[in-house]
């Protein structure tokens, strides 16, 4: 039993922050464990904006040796950022162990998504013209405090307070999922994929790596796949309550569009 959120702002921007903090905050009775959001910003030229971590909220209370883990890590996201011809334009530390970057980039994003996952203990949380996921162990108040998130100006932003069921209690199980390496597509679940394992595999033969073993981030792919092979966001939504199976409902976010689709038993 998880709560799911979502809110859109039609030609205009407003403190979607704030809103969210306040929406997911009254769903904490549904998910007490973590709380995620999807952020939809004014987007900044061709830059990217990228939210990555370096360990686990748990991570950092395992002694001093973590502590110089965190910024040899972080040393190496930066030095491959620059191999590969990305410029930070700018950077903020959310916390220890969380960042906010803003790029300027021309390559191949997949390959530079994947070239950074391959650091020790990395994980891209989101990289996007305008998408900035941030989740974390705690209530909506809690995390949204610790990021910074009131006052966050944007058009749409949706939401997840996540009761763990068969997964850690951690980052990387928590709700929102970016569709990896997708730009700005991202989702949040409550329910259960039945074909979980088939169609994951499906979509790694056809090349998508997958971060989580949530059936949530299924969803994220399998919508972004669709939309890269034609299908709008309705058709691709239409289309999956026909192909994935449980029950489901979720929430999707492109970079201008909300939608929400759920399975006939939801």
Not at 66 to 77: F, G
Not at 142 to 150: D, H, K
Not at 181 to 193: E, K
Request: hydrophobic fraction near 35%; glycine fraction near 8%; include cysteine.
């Amino acid at each position: 039993m998880c709560g799911i959120a979502g809110l859109i702002h039609r030609d205009q921007s407003a403190d979607v922050g704030s809103e969210l903090t306040s929406m997911l905050q009254s769903l904490k009775h549904r998910g007490p464990d973590s709380t995620g959001f999807a952020l939809y910003g004014n987007p900044r030229n061709s830059e990217y904006v990228m939210r990555f971590k370096v360990a686990e909220q748990e991570d950092m209370r395992h002694g001093f040796r973590i502590h110089d883990q965190v910024k040899e890590r972080k040393a190496e996201v930066d030095r491959r950022l620059d191999e590969l011809g990305a410029r930070k334009v700018s950077e903020d530390d959310a916390t220890e162990y969380a960042f906010r970057y803003w790029l300027s980039f021309k390559g191949d994003m997949k390959k530079l998504a994947d070239y950074i996952e391959d650091v020790d203990g990395a994980e891209i949380l989101s990289i996007g013209s305008a998408l900035e996921l941030v989740k974390d162990l705690g209530d909506a108040v809690t995390v949204s405090e610790q990021y910074g998130l009131n006052g966050f100006q944007g058009t749409h932003a949706i939401g997840h307070t996540r009761m763990a069921t068969e997964s850690d209690v951690d980052i990387r199980s928590a709700h929102p999922y970016w569709a990896y390496p997708f730009n700005d597509i991202a989702v949040v679940h409550n329910g259960q994929l039945t074909n979980y394992w088939g169609f994951r595999r499906e979509m790694e033969r056809r090349g998508h790596r997958f971060m989580s073993n949530c059936d949530s981030e299924l969803i994220a792919v399998y919508v972004a796949d669709r939309m890269e092979c034609g299908d709008n966001l309705e058709e691709a939504m239409l289309r999956s309550v026909g192909e994935l199976d449980g029950v489901f409902t979720y929430v999707v976010a492109t970079s201008d569009q909300l939608g929400m689709a759920k399975d006939v038993m939801a």
